[in-house]
């Protein structure tokens, strides 16, 4: 399966964007799903995952009551909205398989969409 984000741009702080990670050559039922990120000179981190066969979702408390993530399989899509966004948002966002623990990443990275929070 490859995934393709897609969605990132500029926006002022307090504003909103929805992330698509679109997925090909396979779908993503029974497929956990996550969204990273990485800001310029950081480390790539986790900040929301979601597991499709028992519906656990997890965010990383940066993101807790701001971002939500969610699916639609029959588009075979992940999303990521954002809302309230900060200039510390500002990063590369990338979409990835996670194992159904949801603490393990899985497959390989696809190119990211750059998210830019203006303040």
Not at 71 to 98: F, G, I
């Amino acid at each position: 399966v490859q995934l393709a984000e897609s969605g990132g741009g500029l926006v002022q702080a307090g504003g909103s964007l929805r992330l698509s990670c679109a997925a090909s050559g396979g779908d993503l039922i029974y497929v956990h799903m996550g969204w990273f990120r990485q800001a310029p000179g950081g480390v790539r981190e986790g900040i929301a995952c979601i597991n499709d066969e028992d519906g656990r979702i997890a965010y990383a408390e940066s993101v807790q009551g701001r971002f939500t993530i969610s699916r639609d399989n029959v588009k075979n899509t992940v999303y990521l909205q954002m809302d309230k966004l900060k200039p510390e948002d500002t990063a590369v966002y990338y979409c990835s398989r996670m194992s159904s623990t949801l603490n393990i990443r899985l497959g390989s990275w696809g190119q990211g969409t750059q998210v830019t929070v203006s303040s």
